[in-house]
Each structure stands twice: as C-alpha cells, then as structure tokens.
C-alpha cells in the first residue's frame, strides 16, 4: 500500500517561492499525484495534479521526478492569503486506495 | 451551480443515538467519498461510491452506513453514536476515478458525548 509523508510544518515570507515535498513510496505506475489546500472551518481545494514531469496552472506548479516516489508542489510569491495545510494525494486507479498525506502547515510571515 | 452541499453543518449526539448526515451534488458526478477528519489530522476515506447503487467501504468503515440511490445524494448513516465519532466529516465528489480532482462540501461538525 502506498504511504505518503510530508512535512509537519513549513514557515515562509511573503513573495518568496515555497517548495513542499511529499514522499510517496509504492505509488503504482497508474496514480495521479493531486495536491490539496486547505484553511480552517472549510474542506479542501483541488490545487494541481500531474503524472509525470513538470505540470504548471495559474497559482502553482507541480515537480515530479522520473522515479514518480515524489513530488514537489511549488508555490510562486506567496502571500499571506497562503497560509493553509497543504495535502498531497495519491491512489490506485483500479482499486480506489486513497492515501492522504497527513498534511503541511504553511505559515506565511509579512 | 451550488457544487456538494451538507446537512447539518453542526450536531450534538449522546452516545447512542443515531443520525444522518446528507450529501447532495449539483454536478452529476458519478463519484462520491465521505472522510473524516480528527483535529489537526488528514484526511480518513470512509465510504465511496462509483455510481448509482455502487458503494464501497473504505479506510474507517466501522459505525458508519451509506446508501447511493441517486447521483446526487450520498447520504452517510451513524447507528450508534461513539465518542471516537466525534469529527468533522466532509463529503466529496468527482467526475472520474483516474483524476483525483474532488469538489468537497463544506463539512458537517459532530460532536459525540
């Protein structure tokens, strides 16, 4: 069974660039890698996914090495307003297994 | 377009007791998931459900039913309220099993004691 792991917490400033990696050992060679926010009192917000390579969209990119065992999500000048547990997800197509990371708390500082 | 709506947004139970919680989606997806989720944790697939009449348990199915008569609505049934229920539990949709993009309702707080 896949297993993820992120780090607890992150600290970072305003307009700098923040990189969170998620570890996913045993992914299958199907999964899609999704990265989820999340702030309080609300449920989660799809924010990129990918499957291989580099995947970029209008608020963040998506970094994934050929080994597929991990991946970055990169937030470009973040704001305050980026403050949030970030997730990362990954499953089995076929069988439907989601695992979840246990989350990044990312705290942006002025 | 109101995307995944949940009823109620907060409850109180007595060890016991039973409730549902309701799940509607305005946007015809055919997948459906109920997680919960424990203070300063992640998130914990409980149930799911591929389609109309399709459903599946996932990682903490125990103390929980779900029923999918419609493509809309996945209602999630507690029969005997715990204590170790008390979570905040959120429902999801999405359009297809391979993408992993799901739409989550803004969740519905239980308190059990």
């Known amino acids: 069974l896949a297993k993820t792991t992120q780090p607890i917490s992150m600290d970072s400033y305003e307009g700098q660039e923040v990189n969170i990696t998620c570890s996913h050992n045993?992914?299958?060679?199907?999964?899609?890698i999704t990265w989820y926010q999340q702030f309080p009192s609300q449920g989660p917000r799809f924010i990129i996914q990918?499957?291989?390579?580099?995947v970029t969209n209008e608020v963040a990119s998506l970094f994934i090495p050929a080994d597929r065992k991990s991946s970055t999500l990169s937030l470009p000048r973040v704001s305050l307003s980026d403050t949030a547990v970030y997730y990362c997800?990954?499953?089995?197509?076929?069988?439907?297994?989601?695992?979840w990371g246990a989350g990044t708390k990312l705290i942006i500082k002025p | 377009n109101a995307g995944v709506t949940q009823t109620p947004k907060f409850r109180i139970l007595k060890i016991g007791q039973s409730m549902t919680l309701q799940c509607t989606q305005d946007?015809?997806?055919?997948?459906m998931y109920w997680y919960r989720q424990d203070p300063g944790m992640g998130l914990k697939l409980i149930y799911y459900?591929?389609?109309?009449?399709?459903?599946d348990k996932g990682e903490v199915p125990n103390g929980y039913n779900v029923s999918r008569s419609t493509t809309e609505d996945f209602p999630l049934r507690l029969e005997l309220a715990a204590p170790s229920q008390t979570s905040v539990y959120f429902c999801?949709?999405?359009?297809?099993?391979?993408?992993?993009?799901?739409?989550f309702g803004p969740g519905t707080r239980l308190t059990v004691t």
């Open positions: 999801a949709s999405s359009w297809e099993q391979g993408s992993h993009e799901q739409y």
């Open positions: 045993n992914i299958a060679t199907n999964d899609y």
């Open positions: 946007m015809n997806h055919n997948y």
């Open positions: 997800l990954v499953g089995e197509g076929i069988n439907y297994q989601l695992i």
């Open positions: 990918g499957y291989k390579t580099k």
């Open positions: 459900s591929v389609g109309a009449g399709i459903t």
